[in-house]
Structures are given as C-alpha cells and as structure tokens.
C-alpha cells in the first residue's frame, strides 16, 4: 500500500481551518499523514491544531513559517519536504471535504499522472451561515446557496466511466492547487513548486507546466474527490503579472524544473 499525505494550505483563518478538519475525520478512508501547511498564520490556529492533535487518527503536523506575505508556493514546499508519504493530496484549509473525498482520490491514482479535482463553491451568506454554526453541515444537490451545482454529484460508476482517461496536454485551464493529487517522486523531479512565485496566482498552472514538459499525464476527478470551498473574497494579484511571466517561461522554455524549489530543504 502506498503511503498517503494530506497537504492542508492555511493562513489566518481557524474558522474554516476547522470545517476543513471536522470533514478529514469523518473521511471513509483516512490518509497516513496531516500536514498543515501554515504560511504565518497566529497563535489562534496554533490553538486550533493543537486541540486536533488527539482528535485525528493519522500523524498531524504543523509546519509553520513566518508571516512575510503571501508564500504559498514555499510553505507547501516545506510541508512535502517533511512528509514521508509516497502520494500527495493537496488541498486549501477552507475546503470542506466530501466524506469519500480521500477514497475518491485514491482511485483515481495512476503512476504517471496528476489528479486535478474540481469544486463546489459556497456563497458568502452560505458561509458565514456554517462558521457560525456548531453543527458540521451536510451538502447536497438541493443545498441552496452554493455554485458548481453539477461538481456536487457524487456517482462512483460515472466518476470511474470518466476518470480512467489519461491527458497529456498543454493546457493549464481549470488547474487548482485546492483540490489536487500526485505522486511525490513527480514532484520532486520537477523540484517541486517554484518559490520564485510570490503572491497570489500561479503557483500550481507552473507546476503543472512542468509536470507535462517532464511527460506526467493529467487526469481529472469528476462526479467524486468534492470539495465544498468556503466563499472568501478575491485575492489581491498586484504580483500576478510577474508571476504570469515566470509561466510563460516555464511554457515556451518547455521547462521541466525549476532552480528555486524544494530540494534546498534536504540535506
């Protein structure tokens, strides 16, 4: 059996941090490791995961770095670098996780390929609504208030009909560091998410521009792998420019690595 990590990206948001981890325990199959991927977040979410620590079974982690803006791309980094696992899920800490979320994904595995899964998005009332509330919330197709309608079926023979499908494009739509899956020996082939990425915006379609230039297939999980993504209002993208530019080199370069990545963090 493969050894499975959980990659959960936070900052500054227990509210939703706890949803995101109230749903991991009531997975039908539960990951061999939790990693909080904590890119500066205060004391508040320390308290959080620390009272989580007796709650999951797994191995839960807490790999915090200091707040110096938005380093997305660095934190996750430093949180594989620790993970032992063999297979990676990477999710944000305000997605709320369909009970056979984790099952899903690993069905979905294939060697060679990355898991891109897709989302249901909740409204801002809707939201406010569960982070006020001490009852776990349950989502269906009738649910009001959320968006993505159709990407909250969950139908394991259509879900299986569609993902056997193995993609090797140039494409980067639709690519979502939320809700994603590889192999780490592909990741770290790549030196994993470039860090030269700072700000919102980018981090993952570069990723995954490398992992197609290095030959990795795509396969998309749909009508399985849901998760719920709690309304926050849009990022600030005054570096997206930049970091559309480091893209576009890493796509017209067909580069398959990058300098600025994880392995400085082995020894």
């Given at each position: ?121 909740l409204s801002n009332e809707l939201t406010s609504q569960i982070e006020g509330e001490d ?78 230039n290095n030959h990795i297939y795509r396969k998309n999980l749909k009508f399985g792998g ?42």
């Open positions: 059996m493969n050894k499975v990590a959980l990659i959960v990206s936070t900052y500054n948001r227990p509210k939703a941090l706890k949803l995101t981890l109230e749903s991991v325990i009531r997975q039908s199959y539960m990951p061999d490791e939790i990693i909080i991927a904590d890119d500066g977040s205060s004391a508040e979410t320390l308290r959080l995961i620390k009272s989580y620590k007796n709650k999951i079974f797994p191995t839960l982690f807490h790999c915090w770095q200091k707040d110096e803006g938005f380093q997305l791309s660095k934190i996750r980094n430093k949180s594989i670098a620790q993970s032992s696992a063999d297979y990676i899920i990477s999710i944000d800490g305000d997605l709320i996780l369909h009970k056979h979320f984790i099952r899903d994904h690993l069905r979905t595995k294939e060697l060679g390929c990355f898991v891109q899964g897709s989302r249901v998005l009852v776990f919330p349950n989502f269906d197709w009738f649910s009001k208030g959320i968006k993505n309608r159709l990407n909250s079926i969950c139908c394991p023979i259509i879900s299986g009909w569609f993902n056997h499908k193995r993609i090797l494009f140039d494409s980067i739509n639709g690519i979502r560091g939320c809700n994603m899956a590889f192999w780490r020996k592909d990741f770290l082939a790549v030196n994993g998410f470039n860090e030269d990425i700072k700000g919102w915006g980018r981090e993952d379609s570069e990723l995954v521009a490398r992992f197609y849901i998760g719920y993504h709690l309304f926050h209002f849009k990022r600030s993208k005054i570096s997206l420019s930049q970091n559309d530019a480091i893209l576009e080199k890493t796509i017209n370069l067909k580069l398959s690595s990058c300098t600025n990545g994880i392995n400085k963090y082995f020894d």
